[in-house]
């Protein structure tokens, strides 16, 4: 397109004997992009590998018209081409921004409870014992370090390792987790440890005195806008602002968000130094590394505060030739290493939300489309080796290092502001999908501080048999360890969002069994969802309702989804026992509601299959098993191709496992290393002798919780 010039880096990414071919949106080298790979050579002895990599560390071409050619825009007509300097006068004057409209209104985590008893409220509680597990000082030790301070304890292994410059990272992570484990549960021994951990990095910035908060010395910054070898300083610097940030948000903490707003005021002035030193072009040409999500966590804080410094640097931090391309709506995503560039969509998201421009409502919903129908699996997972593939070309990518767990927190971050703007029932059915099959998951069972990276997915692998296996509670602290501890302490906070209005109106999008305190139609709400079973196959939701105040007559409405992967015929809804005509499956069930009703949902579940993302005739047959928004595994002994004869039906394919068979189940294990994990009824790990499977003739299945 005219006026576009993009700068495409190709770098060859080796790990693990696998080629991947990457692009590049970064000053590093491709296989720099990689976390997993920038760990491996920092913690390698070979200086010849180290030498040959760095040596190739400045990518970017530094032309000022390049640069400027790479800002995001949308051309319509060559004499609307977007004026940087133009809406930098705008961004100082705000007023000429108009707001985005209504959004649907999300729901305090305070205000939700989970059943203990469900799938997702042993989740939650097994995120509280590991959260609870962990040590105060082992955790601040290395900004104490930094800081000059006293270091009892002692510092935790993996990547917050006192020689890893990724360290501090599962800090912010740790914030932001406790944060909402607190609204979630109110734990107040988790709380008491929140607070303490805020109050020692408070002494840290204290005693370095120039508003500067980190585990590791602000020189890594100075070779960061060198253009000089160094881990990704922002993206750590991002985890440790928002935990801040909502330890504010979700605990009332005061002192976090000074903290918060000492940190912001220390990189002002340094990117304010960059650019009056060469120019704003140099800035992005420095930004181009991994940030994280810089510009969402800068304008949440400009909602707070409402200082123009912050939206200031929040721009700033708007990554231009990543949202040059979606602003265009160019299908380019390929080659970019997923992780740095999802969280700069969830700032665009912000941006939107915050200014009120359409152009980043455009280039988030862009976004979304192209991953879902291009470059996500069944599970809702994207990225191979942390990497996305060419577009529909799935099938050669199924191995061990699919769907990174932290892709699949930010795609829910994605999906969720979509949905809160739009009402679309299809995102809320994607959230449910990545949910359930790439969030859930990664926890081993009832294990505290056992979780995976990445998510296999191709034939004959499993979670324990691959790169990085299943973690250590104090020895891994991968990136996906800190979004994993985030994910489950906040099951909770997209099951209901509120419409505002004269009359209370409520959006129930995830049937997950809790309980709603829900102030504005002043009542509690009790949304019960039975356990999915093979031998049942409905969705069954039961919701009641008891009065917090007297109502003085009040009504109130409820608006429940009807999932997309269900059917009409067999569905049935009623209200005090009296039928209700339901919609078509990907819609909603409106109804209206006072204290004391009860309301009933059967949605039926069928098994179906889904073809992968690939539109090569020879991998047509290459297809998932989906139950509801289940995606099942199966269990071979080496022949991987379902014999589905003459019936293109998938029901006849396999049978259902009767409630009568539930105690003859058999039970899977692995080994992983010097011990045998054995997966039974309820995924709860524990050693046990291996039990060997014959041979089946007939595939049977189970909904395992």
Known sequence: MKGLVLFQVFGIFLLCGNYVLSKECTNSPTQLSSHTARYELFNSQNETWKKDVFSHYHLIPTDDSAWYNLLPRKFLREEEEFSWSIMYKEMKNPGSFKSAGDFLKEVSLHDVRLDSNSTHGRAQQTNLEYLLMLDVDNLVWSFRKTAGLPTPGKPYGGWEGPDVELRGHIVGHYLSATAQMWASTHNHTLKDKMSTVVSALSACQKKMGTGYLSAFPS????????????????????????GLLDQYTFADNAQALEMTRWMVEYFYNRVQNVIKKYSVERHWLSLNEETGGMNDVLYRLFTITGDQKHLLLAHLFDKPCFLGLLAIQADDISGFHANTHIPVVI???????????????????????????????????????EFWSDPKRLASTLETENEESCTTYNMLKVSRHLFRWTKEVAYADYYERALTNGVLGIQRGTEPGVMIYMLPLGRGVSKAVSYHQWGTPFDSFWCCYGTGIESFSKLGDSIYFEEEGSIPSLYIIQYISSTLDWKSGKTVLYLKVDPVVSWDPYLRVTLTSSLKEEPAGQSSTLNLRIPSWTLSEGAKAT????????????????????????????????????????DRPEYASVQAILYGPYVLS??????????????????NWMDPVPAAYNNHLVTFSQESGLSLITLQKKLQPSQMPLVKLSCLSHLTFQEWF
């Open 219 to 242: 020189e890594f910054f100075d070779r960061f806008e060198a253009i000089k070898p160094v881990w990704a300083p922002y993206y750590t610097i991002h985890k440790i602002l928002a």
């Open 347 to 385: 700032g665009s998201q912000m941006r939107y939300e915050v200014m009120g421009d359409p152009l980043y409502k455009t280039i988030a919903t862009f976004f979304m489309d192209i991953v879902n129908s291009s470059h996500s699996y069944a599970t809702g997972g994207t990225s191979v080796g």
């Open 575 to 614: 209200l005090n026992a009296q039928n209700l005509d339901l919609p078509a499956p990907g819609g909603f069930l409106t109804v209206k509601w006072s204290a004391g009703d009860n309301l009933t949902l059967e949605l039926p579940i069928s098994l179906r299959t889904e073809p992968i993302k690939d």
């Open 634 to 651: 199966g269990y071979s002994r080496g022949d991987w191709d379902i014999k589905s004869g003459s019936t293109n039906s998938v029901a």
